[in-house]
């Protein structure tokens, strides 16, 4: 489909691309990866034919289509959102518009026949490529697509230039995706997308026709959509199969052997420079030193990425807060005529580590500024738990940073004096190097301005983080010192992230915020999608709290059922046959004289044999079904007396200390949860069902 041909790409002396030749296939899907400042960007505006290179060429066929999205800078203004999206179907567009000033000539008598005529057939023609062209279908496509990426119906007649600079992004990444060029060029499309809008996408791509080559800084994404990687690095690109995170793995191995083969280099240019140097004045090996001497010119050094230091970091030690950390009760919150929340309660506890999910607009980042304090309900309460210490990422931190100070003294100004030896790796594993750390911050971007908020937040004390979009305008690498350190963290954590895999790794429990409310889903954002994709299961859920209030009840029912011992039901669904019943196991020596006679009593006893025959029968179901529901409740009491010694031990002061230790108790209390759940569930069907037989 496309290839570059020795293509080289300079900036001043910088190269970015070096002879590099490179090859896409139709329908593939690629991801671009490199360090910060490689060229990918340069690299996707050159083959959307924005830039030129310095030398080599992009061979492409003449009919291709090529579609770019870049990271930011698109406005729109004029027209409203749902003729601005249309206007990818132009072509199309414009054929409807044709077809109806055909329409309305052609109900013109004054023309004459001969142009009827050809205007009939321009119209028939117009019209078989409009069909052809799925034209009736142009407004289906495009609200789909347009609520896919979270825009409302509501939104669909607002004027484009009301739209905020994300949702701008968000404008022309749809006329793109509808548009459907043969090559896709997406720089950083999830930048502006919530997690909603970042899984439809993923679904989008995975079934796009035509090939797409994307840059993301987002890991799960990638390994959502991409089947190759190639990777920018010294000047070229290499290519590796399958998703980021086996390019991660093979790459980590080439540089490896990358770096072994760089040493063992040195290690023989030194030893012959050596010799070289040893005998250069002896006549005697002359001709030994020239062939060396022109050996080690024809030598090609090995190059090598630089090594970017990966650093772990651990928080600094702060006391422990209370059991309750946070409580929001019966809270409402209201901007004009525009209720965000009503009636809202939210508890966390010590050791919770909860994202919040949800649509863009529906009050997140509200929820984020109720809990850390800076805003105050309009009704209800805000309660703090005891030892409290707490830091609030915002996601306009960049903006609160002092603009005077220094990014080094940034750093030191308030954090303790035992993690100031830290401050310089911190700085490097964000990115600020060398003499960076000695710019003001006033003359740092936007970007730069984020990764010194969350380094600044690293090293500073608390029990309790609020984070509301901290990856923001991190790269992969920033993004994995962040992950490491808040995995390590032995505090309560709260967030908000679009990015996949950083929810993937933290969450233990899940808030969904939406329609005045926030909803609570125990479990991994992997389980919470999985139950939402299965409503029933959120009856189970509700069975389980239902359980809990009536422990008592059961308990005492387990212990009867454990007196008198467990009975486990047939598999028919029948309770175990007393001998006499009907269909009773029949005595092996009984003679058929014996058989006779019992046959000849049956028949005279008649309908009143059939009604006990019956009444029996539906005596061994009931007796089976009691049997069943003492069964379930024994297990629901033994679950709850499980979960009551699990929470007993999760009580137990520095049980959060050792994360390693504690998530495998935290999974089996959730585990026990829903399966009390799932048993209540059973039960109040079988209680029903004994209550209809009951009055029948």
Avoid at 472 to 492: F, I, M, Q, R, W
Wanted: proline share 4%; net charge negative.
């Amino acid at each position: 489909m496309i290839q570059l041909s020795e293509l080289t790409k300079s900036f001043g002396d910088r190269a970015l691309l070096d002879h590099v030749t490179w090859q896409i296939d139709d329908r593939e899907r690629v991801g671009l990866c490199g360090a910060n400042g490689a060229g990918k960007t340069t690299l996707l505006r050159m083959m959307a034919g924005l830039d030129e290179p310095d030398s080599g060429a992009i061979l492409k066929p003449a009919a291709l289509t090529a579609g770019y999205l870049p990271q930011d800078g698109l406005s729109h203004a004029g027209r409203t959102l749902f003729e601005e999206v249309s206007s990818a179907f132009e072509a199309l567009l414009a054929m409807k518009a044709e077809m109806h000033a055909l329409e309305a000539r052609l109900g013109d008598p004054s023309i004459p026949e001969a142009e009827h005529e050809l205007m009939l057939t321009r119209y028939s023609d117009l019209q078989d490529r409009f069909r052809h062209g799925d034209g009736y279908g142009i407004e289906l496509k495009t609200a789909t697509v347009l609520q896919g990426l979270g825009f409302k119906a509501s939104d669909f007649h607002r004027s484009t230039d009301t739209f905020s600079g994300g949702w701008q992004m968000r404008i022309a990444l749809a006329k793109l995706l509808l548009g459907q060029p043969n090559l896709l060029l997406l720089d950083e499309p999830t930048n502006h997308l919530d997690l909603e809008a970042r899984n439809w996408l993923e679904t989008y791509l995975n079934e796009y026709p035509y090939a797409v080559i994307l840059v993301s800084h987002d890991r799960f994404f990638l390994d959502a959509v991409v089947t190759r990687i190639a990777d920018l690095t010294l000047r070229t690109l290499t290519d590796y199969v399958g998703t980021y995170s086996d390019y991660l793995v093979e790459h980590h191995a080439r540089i490896e052997q990358l770096r072994k083969a760089k040493r063992e280099q040195d290690e023989e240019v030194a030893r012959v420079k050596m010799f070289i140097d040893r005998f250069r004045y002896q006549a005697t090996k002359a001709s030994q030193v020239q062939s060396r001497i022109k050996a080690l010119e024809k030598v090609v050094p090995i190059e090598v990425p630089p090594e970017r230091k990966r650093i772990h970091f651990n928080f600094p030690v702060c006391a422990k807060s209370g059991r309750t950390v946070l409580e929001l009760k019966h809270a409402r919150k209201a901007y004009d005529d525009l209720v965000v929340f009503n009636n809202l309660t939210v508890h966390i506890e010590r050791g919770d580590r909860i994202a919040l999910v949800g649509p863009n607009g529906v009050g997140k980042s509200t929820l984020m500024r109720m809990l850390s304090g800076e805003e105050a309900p309009d009704a209800g309460q805000r309660l703090d738990g005891h030892h409290l210490v707490m830091q609030y990422f915002a996601q306009d931190e960049a903006t609160r940073l002092d603009p005077a100070p220094t990014v080094y003294e940034t750093l030191a100004s308030g954090s303790p004096n035992d993690m100031v030896p830290a401050i310089r790796n911190i700085l490097g594993g964000f990115l600020f190097s060398g003499d960076d750390v000695y710019k003001p911050v006033r003359v740092l971007s936007g970007g730069e301005r984020t990764r010194l908020a969350v380094a600044r937040m690293l090293l500073r004390p608390s029990n309790t983080l609020l984070l509301d979009e901290p990856t923001n305008h991190l790269d992969l690498d920033s993004k994995e010192v962040l992950l490491d350190a808040l995995v390590d963290y032995g505090g309560t954590l709260v967030f908000v992230s679009h990015d996949r895999y950083f929810v993937e790794r933290l969450a233990t429990k899940i808030i969904e915020v939406g329609n005045g409310t926030a909803l609570a889903y125990p479990g991994t954002y992997k389980e919470f999608l999985w139950h939402k994709e299965h409503p029933q299961a959120r009856e189970g859920r509700e069975g389980s709290a239902r359980g809990h209030a009536g422990g008592q009840a059961r308990e005492r029912a387990a212990g009867e059922a454990s007196a008198s011992g467990s009975r486990q039901p047939e598999a028919t669904g029948v309770g175990p046959r007393r001998h006499g019943e009907r269909g009773a196991p029949r005595e092996s020596k009984k003679s058929r004289h014996h058989q006779g006679i019992a046959a000849q009593v049956e028949n005279d006893r008649g309908p009143k044999k059939r009604a006990d025959a019956e009444a029996r029968r539906r005596s061994r179901v009931d007796r089976a079904r009691r049997t069943q529901i003492d069964e379930l409740e024994s297990r629901i009491a033994d679950c709850e007396h499980a979960i009551r010694e699990i929470e007993r031990t999760m009580a137990t002061p520095g049980f959060y200390e050792d994360r390693a230790a504690a998530q495998p108790i935290i999974d089996r209390h959730q585990a026990l949860m829903w399966t009390v759940g799932d048993l209540m569930r059973q039960w109040e069907q079988l209680q029903s069902a004994d209550i209809a037989a009951a009055s029948t």
